[in-house]
């Protein structure tokens, strides 16, 4: 027998009343057991309890995968997730960081020197990866050249079974996914050489749309996370641009830093319609993304922000990186939180772990990746890699996994609580340029500068 779930009051906050209606829709159902739910949509019945559980607003990930296991239907219930997040981020309160467990003492130097063999002695603050080894579906993405003129084009044409072939014969640079997944118009953003973005949905496989942004060169494209009709561009032209991904129309365009530098920006993930985007000498902008007016900003003591990032778990927390340092602040408050230690080089990407509260992976030029506890800004461990990765991402679903390049076009997958490597998924890909989890952790996407996109199956790495 199911052990019956605590009493909830709606009237104690948008939690409990949004969990209430997630139970009734289970009950509805015929009150599947947790693991029947998980079974059926690849979440982990402990994310899917959790949801129900009033404590919190859930990702929208954990509900679509909810209601899909409840046969409810994903897209009636955006709305209600996004009113009830919306309402929550009013009421929110800061919760106490949560302590981590650093290392003994130890350098970048040390994590190349021991390389991935080196096995610490002391606790390790999570439980080791499986080593299972995943099934990997290959996607090939080609780039195709829009047509002249064109600022926004459809593609009805669809690629074969595990191929999408993409705009321009060049390097893929950037890929991105949709938190809305399939209720989004096209779930998979990739960019190339030059201004192009193509817009693709990932199952079945076939590409929507075709930006033309007009830019030299695209530096940054993310989704906005809280609403699935807007994507994100920034490139060397110095301008954020937000477009509508049905329409293809440019709605907002908001100037940075003069043309020619690389532009970055961050989506908050819990405040709806705010960004963080970059001026001159290290000025971090927060706008609201309606209108472009500035809320706030935050002057940092970096010389130039080259990284830029949110944290999933702090509302309003995020970091930015520059040249071997690192700041962490509150842009709720426009109160920095911390100062980066040991920044062994320029920051070329900064991830927070989304299942593990103030944990932040680093990259820098010339040195392995690090894991930092941002509370603190203290180096808890460099990952044991001989390589010199430029990009990382953790999964969204499997605690402390992250994939980074290993500078000769394989990706390793890391246990980030011992820094030791757990599984390599060999796609001789050339050097790798970007890499991103789907939002339900069940596919890793690889872009390479060969032009090729992988899309890989993940399995408990």
Same mark, same amino acid.
């Given at each position: 027998?199911?052990?019956?779930?605590?009493?909830?009051?709606?009237?104690?906050?948008?939690?409990?009343?949004?969990?209430?209606?997630?139970?009734?829709?289970?009950?509805?159902?015929?009150?599947?057991?947790?693991?029947?739910?998980?079974?059926?949509?690849?979440?982990?019945?402990?994310?899917? =309890?959790?949801?129900?559980?009033?404590?919190?607003?859930?990702?929208?990930?954990?509900?679509?995968?909810?209601?899909?296991?409840?046969? #409810?239907?994903?897209?009636?219930?955006?709305?209600?997730?996004?009113?009830?997040?919306?309402?929550?981020?009013?009421?929110?309160? #800061?919760?106490?960081?949560?302590?981590?467990?650093?290392?003994?003492?130890?350098?970048?130097?040390?994590?190349?020197?021991?390389?991935?063999?080196?096995?610490?002695? #002391?606790?390790?603050? +999570?439980?080791?990866?499986?080593?299972?080894?995943?099934?990997? =579906?290959?996607?090939?993405?080609?780039?195709?050249?829009?047509?002249?003129? =064109?600022?926004?084009?459809?593609?009805?044409?669809?690629?074969?079974?595990?191929?999408?072939?993409?705009?321009?014969?060049?390097?893929?640079?950037?890929?991105?996914?949709?938190?809305?997944?399939?209720?989004?118009?096209?779930?998979?953003?990739?960019?190339? =050489?030059?201004?192009?973005?193509?817009?693709?949905?990932?199952?079945?496989?076939?590409?929507?749309?075709?930006?033309?942004?007009?830019?030299?060169?695209?530096?940054?494209?993310?989704?906005?996370?809280?609403?699935?009709?807007?994507?994100?561009?920034?490139?060397?032209?110095?301008?954020?641009?937000?477009?509508?991904?049905?329409?293809?129309?440019?709605?907002?365009?908001?100037?940075?830093?003069?043309?020619?530098?690389?532009?970055?920006?961050?989506?908050?993930?819990?405040?709806?319609?705010?960004?963080?985007?970059?001026?001159? +000498?290290?000025?971090?902008?927060?706008?609201?993304?309606?209108? #472009?007016?500035?809320?706030?900003?935050?002057?940092?003591?970096?010389?130039?922000?080259?990284?830029?990032?949110?944290?999933?778990?702090?509302?309003?927390?995020?970091?930015?990186?520059?040249?071997?340092?690192?700041?962490?602040?509150?842009?709720?408050?426009?109160?920095?939180?911390?100062? +980066?230690?040991?920044?062994?080089?320029?920051?070329?990407?900064?991830?927070?772990?989304?299942?593990?509260?103030?944990?932040?992976?680093?990259?820098?030029?010339?040195?392995?990746? +690090?894991?930092?506890?941002?509370?603190?800004?203290?180096?808890?461990?460099?990952?044991?890699?001989?390589?010199?990765?430029?990009?990382?991402?953790?999964?969204?679903?499997?605690?402390?996994?992250?994939?980074?390049?290993?500078?000769?076009?394989?990706?390793?997958?890391?246990?980030?609580?011992?820094?030791?490597?757990?599984?390599?998924?060999?796609?001789?890909?050339?050097?790798?340029?970007?890499?991103?989890?789907?939002?339900?952790?069940?596919?890793?996407?690889?872009?390479?500068?060969?032009?090729?996109?992988?899309?890989?199956?993940?399995?408990?790495?």
């Amino acid at each position: 027998m199911s052990r019956t779930e605590r009493p909830l009051d709606p009237s104690s906050g948008p939690a409990a009343a949004f969990a209430l209606q997630l139970r009734e829709l289970r009950v509805a159902a015929g009150s599947p057991k947790y693991l029947q739910m998980a079974r059926r949509t690849g979440r982990s019945g402990t994310a899917l =309890a959790e949801a129900a559980g009033g404590d919190h607003i859930p990702q929208w990930e954990t509900v679509e995968a909810y209601v899909r296991a409840c046969g #409810g239907d994903p897209a009636e219930w955006a709305d209600r997730w996004e009113q009830a997040r919306d309402a929550a981020s009013r009421k929110a309160h #800061g919760a106490p960081p949560a302590s981590v467990a650093p290392d003994p003492a130890v350098g970048p130097e040390d994590a190349a020197r021991d390389g991935w063999s080196h096995r610490r002695d #002391g606790v390790l603050t +999570g439980r080791p990866m499986l080593l299972a080894v995943a099934a990997v =579906a290959l996607v090939l993405l080609g780039m195709i050249t829009p047509r002249p003129g =064109a600022l926004f084009g459809r593609h009805p044409d669809t690629a074969g079974v595990g191929q999408i072939h993409v705009a321009r014969p060049a390097a893929v640079t950037l890929v991105a996914f949709s938190r809305f997944g399939r209720f989004a118009s096209g779930n998979f953003a990739v960019t190339g =050489a030059g201004g192009a973005v193509e817009i693709w949905d990932t199952g079945p496989v076939a590409r929507r749309h075709t930006l033309v942004t007009g830019d030299e060169q695209i530096t940054e494209v993310q989704f906005d996370p809280l609403n699935r009709d807007i994507l994100a561009t920034a490139g060397t032209n110095g301008l954020l641009r937000l477009w509508n991904t049905t329409t293809g129309k440019s709605v907002l365009s908001i100037a940075g830093q003069a043309a020619g530098h690389s532009m970055t920006f961050a989506f908050d993930p819990r405040r709806r319609g705010i960004v963080a985007t970059i001026g001159a +000498g290290g000025t971090i902008r927060i706008l609201q993304t309606e209108t #472009g007016r500035i809320v706030r900003e935050l002057h940092t003591g970096l010389t130039d922000v080259t990284a830029l990032t949110f944290d999933c778990q702090n509302e309003g927390h995020l970091a930015a990186g520059g040249d071997g340092a690192l700041e962490v602040w509150n842009s709720g408050d426009g109160t920095r939180v911390s100062v +980066g230690e040991k920044i062994p080089g320029r920051v070329t990407s900064i991830r927070f772990d989304p299942l593990t509260r103030n944990t932040l992976a680093i990259t820098t030029a010339g040195a392995p990746p +690090g894991i930092w506890d941002a509370s603190n800004g203290r180096v808890v461990r460099f990952l044991r890699s001989d390589a010199r990765p430029t990009v990382t991402a953790f999964n969204p679903l499997i605690r402390n996994s992250i994939a980074t390049d290993d500078g000769h076009g394989d990706v390793q997958i890391f246990d980030a609580s011992t820094g030791l490597p757990v599984h390599t998924l060999h796609g001789r890909y050339g050097p790798i340029t970007s890499l991103e989890y789907a939002p339900d952790g069940a596919t890793l996407a690889v872009g390479a500068r060969d032009g090729v996109v992988g899309l890989n199956a993940v399995d408990d790495w």
